[in-house]
């Protein structure tokens, strides 16, 4: 009975052992296939492909059209082939790939690092380009805050003066000259509404800046003007004179010039310019847009 017993306990040991044994391959035989299909194999691919093949397939996804493909191939480059001459040429070709995307964080990040990295190239002066441009494309209108304007007049302000003879200066130049109007635009709008509440000292200042600071743009007109309306409000009459002189010498055919001659007349006055006023000594600079 014993000697029963004991063989009838072996026998399931035995049935396990067996089953276990059969079970732990296959258990590996799945493992392993689990594993091969953990494994990415586009990605695998990806990342041993050669830099100038990557390079070459983000040109042609930009001649494509297809930025954000473009972006990935040049971020590819950079990322697999790191201070390779193609992971330069990538870096700079990305930053323009996500400007024209829209994309501009990106594009500014990207192409600042570029200039971090390789700040005497002869693509240098193209990276500070492209950042000037991502900051150009984000100024808003005059009602809204200017912040992209002072961002845009500071970076190509740099590339004028880092690469006078850049390609980009004279595009630079122009894209200076529409953010300083933008500038002044901000400056006359806020003027006017602190005029029309009758806020003259407030008026005065924000005008003041205008022909101070932004005397070749297309405001200045107008800001002489409002000088002399805001000056004869306030009974300061040798200032409101001399504005409208100033206003009269550089834009005699102006109509906000007939309308300040009219405000003077109406008190028998007349423009009359007083060269130790700040009007007059700033009207010397103006050069108009």
Known sequence: MSFSRVGQSVTPRRRVLLALSVVAPALLLSA???????????????????????????????????LDEASK?????????????????????????????????????????????????????????????????????????????????????????????????????????FANDQLAGKEMQVGRYYLERREYIAAVKR????????????HVEEALARLTESYYAMGLTSEAQTAAAVLGHNYPDSSWYKDSYKLLQSNGLEPRENAGSWISKAGKLITGA
């Open 32 to 66: 392993c296939m689990s594993s091969e299909k953990d494994v990415n194999l586009a990605t695998y691919v990806d990342q041993t492909e050669p830099a100038d093949v990557l390079y070459n397939q983000g040109l042609a996804n930009m001649n494509a059209g297809r």
């Open 73 to 177: 191939k040049f971020d590819a480059v950079d990322r697999q082939h790191p201070y390779s001459e193609f992971a330069r040429k990538s870096m700079v070709m990305g930053a323009f790939a996500d400007y024209r995307a829209g994309n501009y964080d990106e594009a500014i990040g990207t192409a600042k690092r570029y200039l971090t990295l390789y700040p005497s190239t002869d693509d240098a002066a193209y990276a500070q380009y492209i950042i000037g441009l991502s900051y150009y494309r984000q100024i808003k209108d005059v009602t809204q805050d200017q912040k992209e304007a002072r961002q845009t007049i500071q970076t190509m302000q740099e590339l004028v003066t880092r690469w006078p003879n850049s390609e980009y200066v004279g595009d630079a130049k122009d894209k200076i000259r």
């Open 207 to 218: 005008f003041r800046t205008v022909v101070e600071s932004y005397s070749n743009t297309r």
